[in-house]
């Protein structure tokens, strides 16, 4: 135990000797909270050692912070008392290409005893993958990140709320080459730098809403792909403003229009053999797999509460948008919740699954740990995947749903909230310290803007990620 303490005591001192002589003068630590938002501390390059070996303080009370940075309390969290240590992940310690001086890592907390932190949303999506792999499983798992740029102001007394201007840089249509002629410095910088911070972009394009675009990024396993949609965010945070510009990547812009979503891709995996190829079987799935789907499905209402945390999120939420608000599945439907991509057949890891209706004001460690967490449970009970659904089940009547067994996933958060709340796989999984504390996070929100209409939430909420 000595002598790995001490290497890491050693492996620190050479990466902060490293940086410096990179001229980097301060690293960020980044934890996310449960409203969705990147907290951060940070470091002179110089102390990096010194907080991989004992940490940086920070009070517990950030777990039941609201997104608009009020602050709310659990039966175990919230208050001025107490206080946790952040300690970075060294292996992820990345230059910023955008932001010169700076570099960034994901941090784990703990407590002052050394102990992890209960609430800790990275170490939880940690343990659901060591649980995967305990049960035989390797999951990859990756992110789409969608995100609407506009001007950024001209100086402070620029309107803001329901009022605010905005101003697109781009006037192309939907999916359009003029809006990559358009924005071409702007979209180059956009990859190049995500590229040097070893960012595998697999594809990047205009989206359907004015200003709006789509980066997708490599799977990995799921602690990495969460950790890189955070990069992957606030390196296009930086890179717009370089440009004089501004991103936005809540759920819904600008009220009555298509929002951004964060759909989550994931494959399976037993001894390095995907379980989306079997031969023979239905849709190409093993058993093992069509019960984690059957899993994902089932548990579906409850894990809105964890995709989709804000009342901006239901804003997004709507039929016949892609948004996927029908609790159905679908081979290649990209209006059903849950999205079985079959890939070509010659691609042995072609086939995966996304998870369509998560949106980027979510927690991406706590997206990606319910979910496995609810695919195990569908392993355990032997969940069985329904008929998948073809077309879009927002233009049937509600008989024909009825007669399908497709119902309408929560349209509140105050449902989605209600849903989690009863929901014992996930609570087990979380344990009652987390799962407590995003409920009162979620509880608060709904309180919050229980008397505002649509433009007001979407206003409040555009800039709070």
Not at 194 to 208: A, M, N, R, T, W
Not at 260 to 277: A, V
Not at 317 to 325: D, M, R
Not at 440 to 455: G, K, L, N, Q
Request: aromatic share 6%; net charge negative.
């Amino acid at each position: 135990m000595g002598s790995r303490a001490a290497e890491q005591r050693q492996e620190a001192r050479q990466l902060a000797a490293r940086l410096s002589a990179e001229g980097v003068r301060n690293v960020a630590l980044t934890w996310v909270d449960n409203a969705g938002i990147a907290r951060v501390k940070t470091v002179p390059a110089e102390r990096l050692a010194a907080a991989a070996e004992r940490g940086v303080g920070m009070s517990p009370v950030f777990d039941v912070f609201t997104s608009d940075d009020a602050i709310t309390a659990s039966d175990h969290l919230g208050g001025p008392d107490g206080d946790l240590r952040l300690f970075p992940d060294l292996e992820r310690v990345t230059t910023l290409a955008a932001q010169p001086g700076w570099a960034w890592a994901p941090a784990d907390r703990y407590d002052q005893l050394g102990l992890p932190h209960p609430a800790c949303q990275r170490q939880f999506a940690r343990r659901m993958t060591e649980r995967a792999a305990a049960a035989g499983l390797e999951l990859r798992m990756g992110f789409e990140t969608e995100w609407v740029v506009t001007r950024a102001p001209a100086g402070p007394a620029a309107a803001t709320g329901a009022d605010e201007p905005l101003d697109y840089p781009c006037t192309g249509p939907a999916y359009g080459m003029t809006r990559v002629v358009e924005l071409s410095d702007y979209l180059r910088d956009v990859t190049e730098a995500l590229s040097v911070q070893g960012i595998d972009v697999l594809q990047l394009h205009p989206e359907y809403a004015p200003g709006q675009f789509e980066v997708t990024t490599a799977p990995g396993d799921p602690v990495r792909a969460a950790d890189d949609v955070v990069l992957v965010r606030e390196t296009i945070r930086a890179i717009s403003l370089r440009h004089g510009l501004r991103a936005s990547f809540a759920p819904s812009v600008v009220a009555g229009q298509v929002g951004n979503g964060c759909h989550l891709h994931l494959s399976l995996y037993r001894d390095g053999t995907s379980l989306h190829r079997t031969p023979d079987a239905p849709w190409g799935l093993a058993p093992d797999a069509s019960a984690f789907l059957g899993g994902i499905l089932g548990a579906l209402p409850a894990l809105l509460a964890i995709g989709c945390p804000s009342p901006a999120s239901y804003l997004r939420l709507q039929p016949s948008h892609w948004a996927g608000v029908y609790q159905c599945w679908g081979v290649e439907n990209r209006e059903a919740a849950l999205r079985l991509i079959t890939g070509a057949p010659d691609d042995p890891d072609g086939g995966h699954a996304e998870v369509k209706t998560f949106d980027a004001a979510a927690n991406p460690y706590l997206a990606v740990g319910a979910v496995i967490a609810a695919g195990l449970h569908g392993i355990e009970s032997a969940t069985r995947l329904p008929e998948p659904q073809t077309g879009d089940p927002g233009v049937l009547g509600v008989r024909e749903r009825a007669r399908r067994g497709i119902v309408r996933l929560p349209a509140t958060l105050t449902e989605a909230a209600d849903r989690l709340e009863k929901s014992a796989p996930l609570y087990e999984a979380m344990g009652e310290v987390l799962h407590g504390a995003v409920l009162a996070v979620r509880r608060a929100e709904e309180a919050h803007f229980a008397e505002s209409d649509d433009d007001a939430i979407a206003a409040a909420t555009r800039w709070r990620w």
